[in-house]
Each structure stands twice: as C-alpha cells, then as structure tokens.
T-cell receptor, first 114, second 116 residues
Framework: KAGVTQTPRYLIKTRGQQVTLSCSPI?????VSWYQQTPGQGLQFLFE???????NKGNFPGRFSGRQFSNSRSEMNVSTLELGDSALYLC?????????????FGPGTRLTVL | AQKVTQAQTEISVVEKEDVTLDCVYE???????LFWYKQPPSGELVFLIR??????QNEISGRYSWNFQKSTSSFNFTITASQVVDSAVYFC?????????????FGTGTRLQVTL
C-alpha cells in the first residue's frame, strides 16, 4: 500500500501571501489530520477532517483552514502568511472509525516564509 | 489539559548499547492511547508502537520494548542493542479522549544519537 503523500515537499513564500498544501491519505483511510512542527512549539495539532467535515480543531488562528474532498484527499490553506508560519507541516491519515486507530504520517511540506 | 513530558532532550550512546527513552503523561481521560513515533532526518514521523490505557501488559517487539505503568503515568521505550540507523528524534504522544486517536498531543522529543 502506498503511504501518505504530501505536495509540494518544499515551499518558499513571502509575508502576506497565501499557500495551499496537499495531502493524499493511505487508500481506505477517511481521516486526515494536519500538524505544524516548529523548533519553538514542537508538534501541534491543527485540525482533522473526516468524510469532508472538520471533526477536530486545534488552537490556531482562522488564517489556517482546510478542506477534504470526496476521495479523502485534503488541502490546507494558510492566508496572509507570517514569518512565524515557517514550519514543517505534517499530514497524517487514519481509518478514523476504529477505537484503536493509528495515524500514519506523510513526509511533510517544509514551508519557509521570507 | 493533556500533557506529555519527555525530560531527556538528547541521548548519545555507542552502538550495541541499550537505551531507554522516558515519557510521562497527564490526562483526565480514563480511556486513552499512547504512541511512540520516530522522526529520522528525512522528517517523516514513523509509527512504532501503540498502547491502550486499559492494557498495561508490557511487550517486546524485536529490539523494541516498552514499559507502561499507569500508577506513575509513564510509558517508557527501550531499544536493545542500538544501531546507527536508530539515530533519530523519538516522540511520545497521547491521544485525546476515547474513540479515534485523531488528535495527538506530542512530547518535545528525545534526540537519540548512536555512534560507532
């Protein structure tokens, strides 16, 4: 089975711009979660989508948004980029319906904001 | 609020040594799940093990073993006979609430350096 894929792997943007990151889950997985990883704050949960609906949300400003498509692929959007948004953005997929579910992570998208 | 503490920031060992990574967690949930993930330099988080709160049986899987103790809220991970390929950052994580483990709270990670 193919793993979780994320595109692009690297991005460089400037302050004020917006960016869209994409995540394709493992086949059969219906839940996609997004995490931000920075040296200062570590790994932080952004949000989770299941069956095209946001099911969980972390403590991030409204500039961070996402969506999920009918094929379970997910996109994350960050508007009005700030320097502090520079991070590794990790996507994880899981079945989403099993009590003892496990999240499997993609390779991440490294975003640099200049 | 849930919290995961990995007090060891960095550990250096020589190949073939055993190494234990510590993890202490806090949660008010009665049902929860604990995980260990490995992050090599490539950046991808690799799932290693999962343990349910209602199952304190400790297990060994190859060179990996873990010690889960609810009484001390600890979930320690041991690598036996470490290898250079084990060099990575290791994260302990806790799922929030019963049901699916879709929202993980991570510790700050322990960087393991295995040298020849």
């Amino acid at each position: 089975k193919a793993g979780v894929t994320q595109t692009p792997r690297y991005l460089i943007k400037t302050r004020g711009q917006q960016v869209t990151l994409s995540c394709s889950p493992i086949s059969g997985h219906r839940s996609v979660s997004w995490y931000q990883q920075t040296p200062g704050q570590g790994l932080q949960f952004l949000f989770e989508y299941f069956s095209e609906t946001q099911r969980n949300k972390g403590n991030f400003p409204g500039r961070f948004s996402g969506r999920q498509f009918s094929n379970s692929r997910s996109e994350m959007n960050v508007s009005t980029l700030e320097l502090g948004d520079s991070a590794l953005y990790l996507c994880a997929s899981s079945l989403g319906t099993v009590l003892t579910d496990t999240q499997y992570f993609g390779p991440g998208t490294r975003l640099t904001v200049l | 609020a849930q919290k995961v503490t990995q007090a060891q920031t960095e550990i250096s060992v020589v190949e073939k040594e055993d190494v234990t990574l510590d993890c202490v967690y806090e949660t008010r949930d009665t049902t929860y799940y604990l995980f260990w993930y490995k992050q090599p330099p490539s950046g991808e988080l690799v799932f290693l093990i999962r343990r349910n709160s209602f199952d304190e049986q400790n297990e060994i899987s190859g060179r990996y073993s873990w010690n889960f103790q609810k009484s001390t809220s600890s979930f320690n991970f041991t690598i036996t006979a470490s290898q250079v390929v084990d060099s990575a950052v290791y994260f302990c994580a806790l799922s929030e609430g019963p049901g699916t483990a879709s929202k993980l709270t991570f510790g700050t990670g322990t960087r393991l350096q295995v040298t020849l």
